[in-house]
């Protein structure tokens, strides 16, 4: 059974700082990957998809990565804004199905 | 530029009541699911649609019921509620021609219905 998992639940960053978001998961055998936005009280608004047979995408400040065969995926943000406080999820599909799997999420906050 | 609407915002229920939880979609996405967001859980597909007329069971389907009559509007049926069904429900659709074009695209979440049965 798939499983995605996000590490760390929380983090805090002053303004300014480059970080990367991870998302791991155990079935290699995924269709493709997206990375999520979630701003509180609100929906998820998607950021990047990025094909099973890509190894990144790039969108304004964001990089996504993905490397298949360690189950990991990272999001790059460059140049953290306060704008970006956020909790930001990642979710796979796996061959043949509408299901997206989706991991817990990582909280965000970029201090002034 | 509505995109995916849901409504209500909120709602209390009793336990055994009933009620349905509205979307309508104006972006002419022929797919539309429903999933629910638990702490700790992440999102779980409840339901799902490829167009008017077809629906399938996600992955936790039970308690919940849905139908399409039309290309805009999915919407979710709780027929008898009850505190597990406590959550915070979201609404996304997408564009699909076939299976494979659905697969990679985006999906459009409305801002969600946050549910509380007591």
């Known amino acids: 059974k798939q499983e995605v998992t996000q590490i760390p639940a929380a983090l805090s960053v002053p303004e300014g700082e480059n970080l990367v978001l991870n998302c791991s998961f155990t079935d290699s055998a995924i269709y493709n990957l997206q990375w999520f936005r979630q701003d509180p009280g609100k929906g998820l608004t998607s950021l990047l998809l990025i094909q099973s047979s890509q190894r990144e995408q790039t969108s304004g400040r964001l990089n996504a990565s993905l490397d298949k065969s360690s189950g990991r995926s990272t999001l790059y943000i460059a140049a953290s804004q306060p704008g970006d406080s956020a909790t930001y999820l990642c979710?796979?599909?796996?061959?043949?199905?509408?299901?997206?799997?989706f991991g817990s999420g990582t909280r965000l906050l970029v201090r002034p | 530029n509505a995109g995916v609407t849901q409504t209500p915002k909120f709602q209390v229920l009793k336990t055994g009541q009933s009620m349905t939880l509205q979307c309508a979609q104006d972006m002419n996405h022929e797919y539309m699911s429903w999933y629910r967001q638990d702490p700790g859980m992440g999102l779980r597909l409840i339901h799902y649609?490829?167009?008017?007329?077809?629906?399938d069971q996600g992955e936790v389907p039970n308690g919940y019921n849905v139908s399409r009559s039309t290309t805009e509007d999915f919407p979710l049926r709780l027929l008898s509620a009850a505190p597990s069904q406590t959550s915070v429900y979201f609404c996304?659709?997408?564009?699909?021609?076939?299976?494979?074009?659905?697969?990679?695209?985006?999906?459009?979440f409305g801002n969600g219905t946050r549910l509380t049965v007591t």
């Open positions: 979710a796979v599909r796996m061959d043949s199905s509408y299901k997206l799997i």
């Open positions: 996304a659709s997408s564009y699909f021609r076939d299976s494979v074009s659905s697969y990679n695209s985006p999906l459009h």
């Open positions: 649609s490829v167009g008017a007329g077809i629906t």
